[in-house]
DNA sequence: CGGACGATTGAGGACATTCAATTCGAGTGG
DNA sequence: CCACTCGAATTGAATGTCCTCAATCGTCCG
């Protein structure tokens, strides 16, 4: 897989709708060019691969994606689910080789930022430097609650929390937060959740025989959200990592 | 607990051997003030707790501390343990409000950064921009190494590659690979790794009876590396990500 | 010395996995 | 347009791993 996918998305043409890169000034409200650069993914397609050079910084635009690691022996772990506003590409800076893998689950289509001009832009605002710390903190957290539910939650409350998490964040982007399309397979729930595609999928059974969802093969309704928290074991005021992007969706550095 | 822990820090004098706080220029060389402010947090103190307001991070420079996360529900998950060289206080970055707590599991000694000095650092010099970048990233290769060990691995193999971690990041301070004291409870190791602390005890007790480990309460001894990395799954070759601390012993800033 | 907490070990049970058989659905080619 | 095919999803039965409950032992502090 690897090889042929990563030729395609290599050889694919960086779409240049504006300038490529502007100089840039010190004023904040000048930090973001006024277009950035665009990649379609297709789907199935990689964005990038574990062990490739890291140079580049992606913020989802359109559609969904998920990243995975593999293990020594093979063994691979979803490790996330990427939706638009999300920001890619964070497990290379350390070593400079990416860690992890992205695939389009969707067609997709993201935002290509150089790096190095996210270090330049720190270095000249205050802001973007504390954007982009937040941003990567805020990722940080996100795998600690992910591995509290690894750590200690049974498959059900996985499953319920999995399923408020994609509700909440399918409700953020203006989707309905009741009904939806899941663009994962079970397997990748499972994995992305520590358990076996079966059993996710017998805990999806279940919940449609209790009355919480309505389960058609990839979409999905929930009908009882409280049901839900209460299986989840979190209190409905948690609230996730806000997920305020970096980038507004015209690719414009928000100014938070 | 946390109540009366976090009024004995809190009340505890900072140290100040030298001159708090030293104007900042340009160079590199002179970024980091000759003698940090360091702090005493004796063993079962908390650091800090969750909630608690974000101003300062810390670097471990003796002992060994945990952290851990609460979830809604009262679930304890032990998310790290930290030895010498270990940046701590990431959490509260993006909230500003820390998300997990860190006690001492030893009688332990930081050194205490207040955050806006370290942005002050990295707005002035590329290089300590980079060592925060490059630290963050760090902590998020560790916490998803972890969610490949809690959503992959049976209980033997997480065993395994806990003492193969530990047994590496006490090397790296200059202790002996194979004979170690484990300064947590079974407990925090079975929370850590996802599993109860009989089935950690248990498992030690299989290593000990098939002539991998010696144990003897907290004292252990490793006899057969390569059965554990056999166990493990992990290539021999892995390598942990590199845990060069972003201060050396002295608390200078590392010129990486 | 006593108490409390940590660790060990056993027996039984619960929950998730494994293996296996069907069904369903989307995409392809005749 | 339909049949075909392959991957995905569902469901059942049996197994296994880890957990729960419980008793005992050890060890560290007060």
Not at 78 to 85: D, E, K, P, Q
Not at 196 to 222: D, P
Request: positive net charge.
């Amino acid at each position: 897989m690897t090889a042929a996918a990563l030729r395609s998305y290599h050889s694919a043409p960086l779409r240049t709708p504006g300038p490529p890169v502007r100089p840039v000034s010190a004023s904040i409200t000048s930090l973001a060019p006024p277009k950035r650069l665009r990649q379609k993914v297709r789907r199935g397609e990689t964005l990038y691969a574990a062990g490739g050079a890291f140079r580049l910084l992606y913020v989802v635009r359109v559609g969904v994606m998920k990243s995975f690691t593999v293990s020594g022996d093979g063994l691979v772990q979803v490790t996330g689910f990427h939706f638009a506003g999300d920001v890619l590409g964070f497990d290379g800076i350390d070593s400079g080789t990416h860690q992890s893998s992205v695939v389009a689950l969707d067609d997709c289509e993201v935002f290509v930022v150089p790096f190095a001009q996210c270090e330049r832009w720190s270095a000249e605002s205050p802001q973007a430097q504390r954007l982009m710390m937040r941003t990567l903190a805020r990722e940080l957290l996100r795998s600690q609650e992910l591995m509290l539910l690894l750590g200690t939650m049974h498959a059900e409350q996985r499953v319920a929390t999995f399923l408020l998490d994609i509700s909440e964040r399918y409700a953020r982007l203006g989707y309905s937060r009741s009904e939806f399309i899941l663009r994962m397979t079970r397997q990748d729930i499972g994995s992305y959740l520590g358990l076996k595609l079966e059993t996710v999928s017998r805990i999806f059974s279940r919940f449609q025989a209790e009355g919480l969802l309505q389960v058609q093969g990839k979409s999905l309704a929930v009908l009882d959200f409280n049901a839900l928290w209460r299986i989840s074991g979190l209190s409905p005021d948690r609230r996730w990592p806000a997920c305020d992007s970096i980038l507004d969706r015209d690719g414009e550095l928000r100014a938070a």
